[in-house]
């Protein structure tokens, strides 16, 4: 079971991004997906997190309104996209997948499976 990010780069401040996190061995529907960050000298944070039940998505307050997360289960990837992005959203981003439960969404040792990064830096 893999959740791989890609999509990162640089972007400049208002700009816009897109993240895809690919699956394998399981699909869009088996277990809820999150997306996570952590910048340099910062713990990781929960960043969005979708239902796999009913595809509900939450965000952590500072992206509300500016990120969005979808799945595509043709592709079967789930997407972030980012819009309006600050200096503050630089930090690499992971997604993981199957929460463990007895704990928050936006606490990282709530969730199962993860893959590798993307960096993403905004800056002018």
């Known amino acids: 079971v893999q959740a791989a990010a890609s999509g990162g780069g640089l972007v400049q401040p208002e700009g816009s991004l897109r993240l895809s996190c690919a699956l394998s061995?399981?699909?869009?529907?088996?277990?809820?997906i999150a997306w996570f960050r952590q910048a340099p000298g910062k713990e990781r944070e929960g960043v969005s997190c979708?239902?796999?039940?009913?595809?509900?998505?939450w965000y952590v307050d500072s992206v509300k309104g500016r990120f969005t997360m979808s799945g595509d289960n043709a592709k079967n990837t789930v997407d972030l996209r980012m819009n309006s992005m600050r200096p503050e959203d630089t930090a690499v981003y992971f997604c993981?997948?199957?929460?463990?439960?007895?704990?928050?969404?936006?606490?990282?040792?709530?969730?199962?499976?993860w893959g590798q990064g993307t960096q993403v830096t905004v800056s002018s």
């Open positions: 979708m239902s796999n039940n009913d595809g509900h998505t």
């Open positions: 993981a997948a199957e929460r463990l439960g007895g704990t928050k969404w936006t606490d990282p040792k709530g969730w199962h499976y």
């Open positions: 061995g399981f699909t869009v529907d088996s277990y809820a």
